[in-house]
């Protein structure tokens, strides 16, 4: 085992034994089952949607809450309690420490939004229609726009405190599905003379993933919260399925959050 693994199986054990993520765990897996419950009361498509509806916003404001609180704390907190410092004082790198740090909060957030995807599959098996594999991809798509909203964080924690950094890390999601949702409604000809801001801002911007299940939704303006219809001057805007280019490019932006946070941690102090 490598120093850097080491320290970020330390990371997630801390993590673990933490009473606010266990609550947040138990939480979303509830709303998973309530969701399924609530599903079983229609039938034929209308289930159908009410799971999926109902699944989606779970994963996505659930999620996008456990993505803050993870990444809001992830250098600021043990940098101001020194424990940091202890460790670099151990032998441990910089980098070992961001990798450590930001890698645990990933596997952390992965497998809190995983358990909550299996008993919402679970929910679909019980109610007579099967796997429902749109969803999965749906899941897929959503814990990579948690993921960027997350590492946003973490990038900020090295530099603010927690609240700041929460801040931060929304803000950059917000940018990132308002980079979408203006370009498409560039695309569909609704914004008018500021389209080539629009598509400067699509290009640099990260974004957020919308997947095949939710865009059929949102068309049918069936998503709920997870994906509400989007109108500009009063027009309705319906958002495509994310192509490769925009998994690859958000997944990038991940990269360069991931790299501001280690050079935030390189001029922070260590206690």
Not at 72 to 90: E, F, K, P, Q, Y
């Amino acid at each position: 085992m490598t120093a850097t693994t080491a320290l970020a199986a330390l990371q997630l054990r801390r993590l673990a034994r933490r009473r606010w993520l266990q609550v947040a765990l138990s939480a979303g897996l509830a709303a998973a089952v309530v969701v399924a419950l609530v599903a079983a009361a229609d039938e034929g498509l209308a289930r159908e949607d009410a799971l999926r509806r109902g699944a989606a916003s779970v994963l996505l404001l659930g999620g996008l809450a456990l993505a803050v609180l993870l990444g809001s704390a992830a250098i600021n907190r043990d940098g101001d309690a020194g424990h940091l410092g202890m460790l670099a004082g151990a032998g441990a790198t910089r980098p070992q420490l961001v990798t450590a740090a930001v890698g645990a909060r990933v596997v952390a957030l992965l497998a809190v939004v995983a358990a909550w995807a299996v008993v919402v599959q679970a929910g679909s098996l019980a109610l007579g229609m099967g796997l429902d594999g749109p969803l999965a991809v749906h899941t897929l798509a959503v814990a990579e726009g948690l993921l960027l909203a997350m590492i946003a964080c973490a990038a900020a924690s090295a530099v603010v405190g927690p609240v700041a950094a929460g801040a931060f890390g929304v803000a950059v999601y917000v940018l990132a599905q308002a980079a979408v949702n203006l370009k498409t409604a560039a695309d569909q000809n609704l914004i008018g003379t500021a389209d080539t801001l629009v598509t400067a801002l699509y290009h640099v911007a990260p974004r957020t993933v919308t997947s095949p299940m939710i865009a059929e939704m949102q068309l049918r303006d069936v998503a709920g919260p997870a994906a509400p219809r989007v109108e500009i001057n009063e027009n309705p805007v319906f958002v495509p399925a994310a192509e490769w280019d925009t998994v690859v490019w958000t997944l990038a932006w991940c990269l360069l959050l991931g790299i501001l946070c280690a050079a935030g941690l390189r001029r922070r102090p260590l206690v």
